[in-house]
């Protein structure tokens, strides 16, 4: 499924490392994935709670599938990008997680998020959808 190709031309220019695929930390990825999927969803949480819980469920999902693969990134956009060789992920899906990475960028080094719920919402369905993809993708199940 992965075009390892470009992740291995990623690895080239210095993007991803290549590194052996670690099957208990992938499962690790994924049970935080989930936990923090489910956070997303609970209505006593503020808006930005709940972005900031469904992005990081995205990017634990996706980080998962990359490790699964054998690579690994310290930089969040590239492990979004890669969804394109890890799951076959188009680049209108995973261009949605690059816009909520710039917003949790905002967030984080200039103390700035406005979020609204059909923002969420579309992060909560992109991240259950993410999730779904690389269980299926690693032949696990739902925890």
Partial sequence: ??????????????????????????????????????????????????????????????????????YRSENRFTVFQCLAHTVNWPPARWRVLDAAHQKRNLAEYEGYLEVEEPTIAEMVALAAQLIADVRALTGQAKV
Avoid: C
């Fill in 1 to 70: 499924m992965a075009s390892t190709t470009a992740l291995d031309n990623l690895v080239r220019i210095g993007q991803l490392k290549a590194e052996p695929r670690n099957d208990a930390e992938v499962q690790r990825m994924l049970i935080m994935a989930q936990t923090r999927w489910a956070d997303a969803q609970l209505a006593h949480v503020s808006q930005e709670g709940r972005f900031t819980s469904a992005y990081n469920a995205a990017h634990a999902a996706a980080l998962a599938a990359l490790r699964w693969h054998g």
